[in-house]
Structures are given as structure tokens and as C-alpha cells.
């Protein structure tokens, strides 16, 4: 309000002395987040907001600089193999993960055996990372991301670039909510807007963050024409739809699961793993 008032110049203070004061304490604190966009720009931080890539998704980091909050993506990677270590999570392998992350990728980990373990060995391993990510990573606002980013790498399902993914998932597959959603989608679009924006770009995030939403004018407008999306989700299935433009599957009496679906897909590569251990174990090669 001081600042504000300064703006104004006397005693009565409009809105647009409001955004004014808060258009300049962005410039003076928002030194960091024009250079992150000038790395993306440039290359040296490497993301990618079109195409479908498999084993490859769009999170969203929040960064806490100055007393100036921004949001920007960060690309999470998935490789998997044959073996028993299971899923890893390559942050805290190194010991730059904190308990809450940790935590998630243990929910994930309990889901993945929920819904696949029940009829065949987990023989797989799985390492998980954020690429050029080099402090500490905490929270379990990117579960959703990680565990879509493993069902890719299982299934070969090709995840949409375009879209980046925020949101918490419990072992039951239900999406709950994060915090600096706001800063989340507006670091995107930033992104997207610098690479080109394509009208098919947005955000996947909770439906319970709905109503957290208030942001900038800029970003609304471009909602509003169609240039950019926000997608509110409250499943693993609405977000597999989306990002993976698949089905999930849902499981017979069997314990099978549809052929073509990305869960389908993800036991016939873990029965492979399977086979491939078993023969190991026997002193066997498995056949090429």
C-alpha cells in the first residue's frame, strides 16, 4: 500500500497504482526468473513444450528468491530394465531429496504393485530423475508426474510435451492438492510463450486446487482465447487421458488388463523383466 501510494503520487490510491507497485517490485525482485527464462531460451536449460516423447514429462518447481516466488518446468526422466531394485529415485540415491519426496515415491511405488504387482513379480528397475536439477528437491507436489513418467517408460506411451503436470496421488490413485499452483502455471506459460504458444499447451493440476486460482491478467486472456489451458483432473485416469491421450485400463476378474491400454502395455513389458530375471537366475541367456 506504501508503494502504492508512492505511485499515486497523493492521498487517494487507485487500482492501478496497486498493480503498478506490484509490476515494479516484480522488476527489482524478478532478476532471477528473467535469467532462468534466458537459460530456456537459449538452450542451456533444456525443455521442450511440443511433441510427444516417451519416458519424458513437463513437472513444475516453485523458487523462492528474494522474497519473489516463480514457478518454471522441469523435465523428469524414467529409464527401466530388468531386476529387482525396483523404483529409485536418482535425488535420493545422491541425498538431495527431503522426507516428503521420499515419501511419494514410495506411494508410488506401492500404487505400481497395487495394480500390477498382484499377478507377477515386480522384476523391474526403474531410475527416476529431475534433469539439471542440482539443489535439494522436497515436497510430493510431483508424484502424479513421476508415476506418469514410469507408466510411460513401462508401456512406451508417448506423454505430451505441451502439457506439464503438477499434483500429489495417493496409493488409491486419487489426485490431491499442491501448494504455488498459481506460480506453477504462470512459469509455464512463460515458457510456452517464449518457445511459441500453439493453442494445445497447458497445465494439469488438481481439482481440488480450482479454487487457489487468481492469476495474472496475462495469462487468463490467454486462457480465454484458446492460446492456453488449464486442466483441473482428479484421477490418475483423467490425467493419463490427457498427457498420454490413452486409455489407462481397467483390470478384469482376471487381474488383466486390455491389450492396447497403457497398464496393459506396462505388464507386458514387466512379464518380459520377469522372464528375462528368471532366466538369469537359472544361469540361462535369455533369447535376443
Not at 23 to 51: K, M, P, S, Y
Request: hydrophobic residues 40%; proline residues 2%.
Amino acid at each position: 500500500l506504501r508503494e502504492a501510494a508512492c505511485e499515486s503520487g497523493n492521498e487517494l490510491v487507485h487500482g492501478r497504482h496497486v498493480w503498478a507497485a506490484l509490476d515494479a517490485r516484480r522488476l527489482r525482485a524478478g532478476l532471477a526468473e528473467r535469467r532462468t527464462l534466458e537459460l530456456i531460451e537459449r538452450g542451456v536449460v533444456r525443455v521442450q513444450t511440443r511433441g510427444s516423447v516417451v519416458g519424458l514429462v513437463n513437472a513444475l518447481v516453485v523458487y523462492h528468491v528474494g522474497g519473489h516466488d516463480f514457478g518454471r518446468p522441469m523435465r523428469v526422466t524414467a529409464t527401466v530394465g530388468a531386476g529387482r531394485s525396483g523404483i529409485a529415485s536418482v535425488e535420493r540415491v545422491v541425498g538431495l531429496s527431503g522426507k516428503s519426496h521420499d515419501k511419494g515415491m514410495q506411494i508410488l511405488t506401492g500404487w505400481l504393485r497395487e495394480r500390477l504387482g498382484r499377478t507377477r513379480t515386480l522384476a523391474v528397475a526403474a531410475a527416476v530423475a529431475f534433469e539439471q536439477s542440482y539443489g535439494r528437491v522436497d515436497g510430493d507436489s510431483a508424484t502424479l508426474t513421476e508415476l506418469l513418467v514410469v507408466l510411460s517408460a513401462l508401456s512406451g506411451v508417448a506423454l505430451d510435451q505441451g502439457v506439464a503436470v503438477t499434483g500429489s496421488i495417493n496409493q488409491l490413485g486419487e489426485i490431491q492438492s499442491v501448494g504455488g499452483v498459481n506460480e506453477k502455471i504462470e512459469g509455464f506459460y512463460a515458457t510456452c510463450k517464449l518457445q511459441g504458444l500453439t493453442g494445445s499447451q497447458g497445465v494439469c493440476i488438481p481439482d481440488t486446487n480450482v479454487p487457489d486460482l487468481c492469476l495474472d491478467d496475462e495469462v487468463v486472456e490467454a486462457c480465454a482465447r484458446g492460446e492456453f489451458h488449464v486442466w483441473p483432473v482428479a484421477s490418475l485416469e483423467e490425467a493419463v487421458a490427457l498427457v498420454a491421450q490413452a486409455d489407462l485400463g481397467a483390470a478384469d476378474e482376471q487381474g488383466r488388463y486390455p491389450a492396447g491400454s497403457v497398464l496393459g502395455r506396462a505388464g507386458a513389458t514387466l512379464d518380459q523383466f520377469q522372464r528375462v530375471v528368471r532366466l538369469q537366475g537359472k544361469g540361462e541367456r535369455p533369447p535376443s
